[in-house]
């Protein structure tokens, strides 16, 4: 089953559940360069310069989470990816997913920029940069 959380709701369930795992999806420089929660684990679902599927993504995960029935969150910039990938993981027999809605920089606001109507750095949540 696939969870939709805020990512308040998503903080949370870190803090209350120590079997739970945060999957950051997005790519190597957005992780660099934007920033990301502390403990996250980076597998990217998609790569640069080619945004093709990561084809080891499936295996990084059941790396990272080994138990299909803990629960695993999966944050992107916005959360169209991070759901995407739920539905990989879902396919595979994880039990316990959770998207983070609007992800880590939220939506689009008028301007055509990110983190000023919501997400994860948006409800300031714990993050860091590298």
Same mark, same amino acid.
């Given at each position: 089953?696939?969870?939709?959380? +805020? *990512?308040?709701?998503?903080?949370? $369930? @870190?803090?209350?559940?120590?079997?739970?795992? %945060?999957?950051?999806?997005?790519?190597?420089?957005?992780?660099?360069?934007?920033?990301?929660?502390?403990?996250?684990?980076?597998?990217?679902?998609?790569?640069?310069?080619?945004?093709?599927?990561?084809?080891?993504?499936?295996?990084?995960?059941?790396?990272?989470?080994? +138990? *299909?029935?803990?629960?695993?969150? $999966? @944050?992107?910039?916005?959360?169209?990816?991070? %759901?995407?990938?739920?539905?990989?993981?879902?396919?595979?027999?994880?039990?316990?997913?959770?998207?983070?809605?609007?992800?880590?920089?939220?939506?689009?606001?008028?301007?055509?920029?990110?983190?000023?109507?919501?997400?994860?750095?948006?409800?300031?949540?714990?993050? +860091?940069?590298?």
């Amino acid at each position: 089953m696939i969870e939709n959380l +805020q *990512p308040q709701q998503a903080w949370e $369930l @870190l803090q209350h559940d120590p079997e739970a795992v %945060l999957i950051d999806v997005r790519t190597s420089m957005e992780r660099q360069f934007v920033g990301y929660p502390p403990g996250s684990i980076h597998v990217p679902w998609k790569e640069m310069p080619d945004w093709q599927i990561n084809t080891s993504f499936i295996a990084h995960v059941q790396q990272a989470a080994p +138990q *299909p029935d803990a629960p695993v969150l $999966l @944050l992107c910039r916005s959360g169209q990816r991070s %759901l995407d990938a739920a539905k990989a993981l879902e396919a595979v027999g994880y039990r316990l997913l959770v998207n983070i809605i609007d992800g880590f920089e939220g939506p689009l606001d008028h301007h055509s920029q990110r983190g000023n109507l919501g997400g994860w750095r948006f409800q300031n949540l714990p993050w +860091q940069q590298s």
